[in-house]
């Protein structure tokens, strides 16, 4: 069974910087199809923030655009979300979102989407 297991996550002064990853393991994987990374905060909804397509084309939310950067190591199975100039309002559990393909059998993948167990940033003085 393929889990995602995230990691990066603490306390950081505003305009401190941090990185997020997020590696996948377990069960058979061939690659990661797109990753996206949403944000949650308290008494909030859940935010897309970052998207990464399996073209490698990346999208952001405005308000971190400039900021944060989406990437994937495909070697390592493993995504990251590079975050600077990081804000108060940035304060926030991160997840990371993957659409995975794994081999079903030995010719035949197919896809399915998982969800990191979540990290805590938090940006204060």
């Known amino acids: 069974q393929v889990q995602l297991v995230e990691s990066g996550g603490g306390l950081v002064q505003p305009g401190g910087s941090l990185r997020l990853s997020c590696a996948a393991s377990?069960?058979?994987?061939?690659?990661?199809?797109?990753m996206d990374w949403y944000r949650e905060a308290p008494g909030k909804q859940r935010e897309l923030v970052a998207q990464?397509?399996?073209?490698?084309?990346?999208r952001y939310v405005d308000s971190v655009k400039g900021r944060f950067t989406i990437s994937r190591d495909n070697d390592k199975n493993t995504g990251y979300l590079q975050m600077n100039s990081l804000k108060p309002e940035d304060t926030a559990v991160y997840y990371c979102?993957?659409?995975?393909?794994?081999?079903?059998?030995?010719?035949?993948?197919?896809?399915?989407?998982?969800w990191g167990q979540g990290t805590q940033v938090t940006v204060s003085s």
């Open positions: 979102h993957a659409l995975i393909l794994t081999w079903e059998t030995p010719t035949r993948t197919k896809s399915e989407d998982y």
């Open positions: 377990g069960g058979d994987i061939d690659s990661i199809y797109a």
């Open positions: 990464s397509n399996s073209s490698g084309r990346t």
